[in-house]
């Protein structure tokens, strides 16, 4: 059981809008503004897409954002594309001796 | 390029030892934290151990506490996960991954992953 809570998946249509959940609690998502977001393609490492909740690194389209509202992060990804396919994990910074935690990772599927 | 290029993966039995290596390039590797992170086949990424800039402080998971090692060789540009007393559920792609932002809790930039695979 992972340490965050994501749903297993999600799925939509070429251009529609879409929100990924990550739930944890005051000691990780809830208590700090630490939370990250990466793609992960098959077969291929992770992808870096928000950091500090809403933190988008250079060359990550503007269609990703993040937000946060208590113990829960969200991630959107508007204008869906094929190429968005992929799977996504959202990640927080934890203040016990486990510094960082993973959810459990949402397979996007673009329909 | 900014790369990290992970190396030392294979079989091994339980109980015994794998070291595994991380070249760094194309940035000031001493100047950040480094991770080790795994994911085991068909599963979730987990966090396994990080180091501080100049190796003097390392944090680990609990569930390889007192078996692995992370350490480092900034002269070298590399980072090495000595994993001692491995078992079954260690099997994973390790990757070495760079800490970024103010907490230093999220992974800009990943190696490519190396497997271990402990079985009999």
């Known amino acids: 059981q992972s340490a965050l809570t994501q749903p297993a998946s999600v799925s939509g249509s070429p251009g529609q809008s879409i929100t990924i959940s990550c739930t944890g609690t005051?000691?990780?998502?809830?208590?700090?503004?630490?939370v990250s977001w990466y793609q992960q393609h098959p077969g291929k490492a992770p992808k870096l897409m928000i950091y500090?909740?809403?933190n988008r690194p250079s060359g990550v389209s503007n269609r990703f954002s993040g937000s946060k509202s208590g113990n829960t992060a969200s991630l959107t990804i508007s204008g869906l594309q094929a190429e968005d396919e992929a799977d996504y994990y959202c990640?927080?910074?934890?203040?016990?001796?486990?510094?960082?935690?993973f959810g459990g990772g949402t397979k996007l599927t673009v329909l | 390029e900014v790369q990290l290029v992970e190396s030392g993966g294979g079989l091994v039995q339980p109980g015994g030892s794998l070291r595994l290596s991380c070249a760094a390039s194309?940035?000031?590797?001493?100047?950040?934290?480094i991770s080790w992170v795994r994911q085991a086949p068909g599963k979730g990424l987990e966090w396994v151990a990080h180091i501080k800039p100049d190796g003097s402080n390392q944090y680990y998971v609990d569930s390889v506490k007192g078996r692995f090692t992370i350490s480092r060789d900034n002269a070298k540009n590399s980072l090495f996960l000595q994993m001692n007393s491995l078992r079954v559920e260690d099997t994973a792609v390790y990757y070495c991954a760079r800490n970024w932002g103010l907490g230093g809790a999220a992974f800009d930039i990943w190696g490519q992953g190396t497997m271990v695979t402990v079985s009999s």
């Open positions: 194309g940035f000031s590797f001493s100047s950040y934290w």
């Open positions: 005051s000691s990780d998502v809830g208590g700090y503004n630490y």
């Open positions: 990640s927080s910074y934890r203040s016990s001796t486990t510094l960082v935690v």
């Open positions: 500090e909740v809403s």
